[in-house]
């Protein structure tokens, strides 16, 4: 299909695909549970079986990505090995294995009119998927969508799109094998960024857009959208560390925060270090950091306890780095602590290091975000580590869905009302 695609402009594209995935939702929402699964099982063993051909593909990104000069965290983003092929065939089998999410029954009663009522969960429809970078995506992202009966259009990154075809080929080969119609999954075979303005104009096919990637992608796509949007704004995330935080948690959950996978959103980007906390934790805490690599910029206070830490600018409070690099500040007490994280962060995931029960449960509470963390590393920001298997990824806004989107929150739900004649007088 990408190949006859390949003659037509962006808007013809978008246009094709959005008639082939708004007929294919027709039938996969009609497929059955057990139907879904055989396909899951059979896509995960084909990723499997060509792990060879997709990691062939994915060094063609390599070096272009090595020739544009990307920097070391975008590199380790679209970098498929045979590890990670295999993580993807493993996510895909764990989608597989939970739970149903469609035709659930959410809430129900009985009127005293007689009249049965329930809500029942249901698929959205079509979803446009654009994202940015991380090749994976392709498969996690139709591993839910089929799952949830959801049909998608993918719009991957330039960057990643010879990884995401191969990825596609493969989900396509699976989808015919299993008599489903090919635009249950769709992808946009161009690296022309006027695709990007034809899928957010596509109202009349596509449901609901996803976007993940950088802040550039996800406000233009919030501003020129016209269809909802679940919002996934960068992971410009925060760790605290009370006074009464013990010295081995703050410091590894720290390094671990920062340092497991830089390149990731759930990776912290500001370090937060309460005024009262004892000086030789605060060092020690820095000092591991700068140790592993990483460039520190800070406040005067901040500056104070490492001679290594360079002088933080207005706009490093505002920076997702995606690199070997956070700010850090010092900050008064919880409170001054909930406030800086509000004003500077995205709303995706910040954590509290602490022993002191009334400081944590005033940052859990008063902190506005998709997912607040008490004494652990933010890098658990993740579906597959939530149990929910893999995400599309962590919404920031507020509506429908926030945090994790998993498969639950890929459904809506409509009701159903069960009656024996009756008329309203």
């Known amino acids: 299909m990408?190949?006859?695609?390949a003659s037509l402009s962006p808007e013809q594209?978008?246009?094709?695909?959005?008639?082939?995935?708004?007929?294919?939702?027709r039938v996969l929402s009609q497929t059955s549970a057990k139907e879904i699964n055989d396909l899951l099982g059979s896509l995960a063993q084909n990723i499997t079986d060509n792990a060879a051909p997709i990691i062939e593909a994915n060094k063609k990104d390599m070096a272009s990505a090595q020739q544009r000069k990307l920097s070391d965290a975008l590199i380790d983003r679209l970098m498929l090995n045979e590890e990670r092929v295999a993580g993807m065939a493993s996510g895909v089998e764990t989608v597989r294995d939970l739970d149903d999410p469609v035709g659930k029954k959410l809430w129900e009663s009985t009127r005293p009119n007689g009249?049965?009522?329930?809500?029942?969960?249901?698929?959205?429809?079509?979803l446009g998927m654009i994202y940015e970078s991380r090749p994976n995506v392709t498969i996690d992202a139709s591993a839910l969508c089929l799952k949830s009966r959801n049909t998608v259009i993918l719009r991957g990154g330039s960057e990643s799109l010879h990884s995401s075809l191969a990825l596609h080929k493969i989900i396509q080969a699976t989808l015919k094998d299993h008599g489903l119609?090919?635009?249950c999954v769709c992808m946009i075979p161009t690296a022309d960024r006027e695709a990007v303005g034809a899928m957010l104009g596509a109202h009349e096919y596509i449901d609901v857009m996803i976007p993940r990637g950088g802040r550039g992608l996800i406000e233009r796509v919030m501003n020129e959208a016209r269809m909802p949007?679940?919002?996934?704004l960068e992971g410009l995330c925060h760790v605290y560390v009370h006074q009464s935080a013990k010295p081995e948690i703050a410091r590894q959950v720290t390094l671990n925060a920062k340092m497991r996978r830089t390149?990731?959103?759930?990776?912290?980007?500001t370090l937060l270090l309460d005024k009262d906390l004892d000086q030789n934790i605060a060092k020690s805490v820095l000092a591991d950091l700068l140790d592993a690599g990483c460039e520190i910029v800070g406040d005067k206070m901040a500056q104070q306890l490492d001679k290594r830490i360079g002088e933080a600018r207005s706009e490093?409070?505002?920076t997702e780095y995606l690199d070997a690099k956070l700010s850090c500040a010092i900050v008064s007490n919880v409170e001054e602590a909930v406030k800086h994280i509000n004003s500077y962060g995205s709303h995706h995931t910040d954590s509290i290091l602490a022993e002191d029960k009334e400081?944590?449960?005033?940052f859990v509470k008063n902190v506005d975000s998709g997912i607040v963390m008490h004494n652990t590393s933010t890098q658990f920001a993740d579906g597959g580590e939530f149990g929910m298997g893999a995400e599309i990824g962590i919404a920031t806004g507020k509506m429908h869905a926030r945090g994790p989107v998993g498969l639950e929150q890929l459904c809506t739900y409509k009701y159903i009302v069960h009656g024996a004649g009756q008329t309203r007088p």
């Open 263 to 269: 390149g990731i959103c759930g990776a912290m980007e």
């Open 2 to 5: 990408s190949e006859a695609l």
């Open 13 to 25: 594209i978008v246009k094709q695909l959005g008639q082939e995935a708004k007929s294919a939702s």
């Open 181 to 183: 119609p090919e635009g």
């Open 316 to 318: 490093d409070w505002h």
């Open 229 to 232: 949007v679940f919002g996934h």
């Open 359 to 362: 400081a944590a449960d005033t």
């Open 115 to 126: 009249l049965h009522i329930e809500r029942v969960s249901v698929p959205i429809g079509v």
